[in-house]
């Protein structure tokens, strides 16, 4: 099973910018798609972007233009740039590996602590 380590949230005021890691146990990390998910109070979790192995990305409607998914294949690292935050951004953010299916992510990694990240004035 693929382990997974979250880090790099933190508190924000709107229209910041902070940077998550996501480190993955094992060495299939470079065969498969990665993504960014997240939690906010109250909801389900969704995937907000992800990368295949080729490199695509991929993001939710609501944070196009302003985030952005990379992955460092040697380091076994994936990682979120998110960029002109927004208090609606404010979840708990989980990352996850998988096989890229009709345009979305099949995880099957273990789901990690996830990192907060809050924005608020």
């Known amino acids: 099973q693929v382990q997974l380590v979250e880090s790099g949230g933190g508190l924000v005021q709107p229209g910041g910018s902070l940077r998550l890691s996501c480190a993955a146990s094992?060495?299939?990390?470079?065969?498969?798609?990665m993504g960014w998910y997240r939690r906010a109070p109250g909801k389900q979790r969704e995937l907000v972007a992800h990368i295949t192995s080729s490199g695509s990305t991929h993001y939710a409607d609501s944070v196009k233009g302003r985030f952005t998914i990379s992955r460092d294949n040697a380091k076994n690292t994936a990682y979120l740039q998110m960029n002109s935050l927004k208090p609606e951004d404010t979840a708990v953010y989980y990352c996850?590996?998988?096989?890229?299916?009709?345009?979305?992510?099949?995880?099957?990694?273990?789901w990690g602590q996830g990192t907060q990240v809050a924005v608020f004035s």
């Open positions: 094992g060495s299939a990390f470079s065969i498969y798609s």
């Open positions: 996850n590996i998988g096989p890229s299916v009709s345009g979305t992510l099949r995880p099957f990694g273990s």
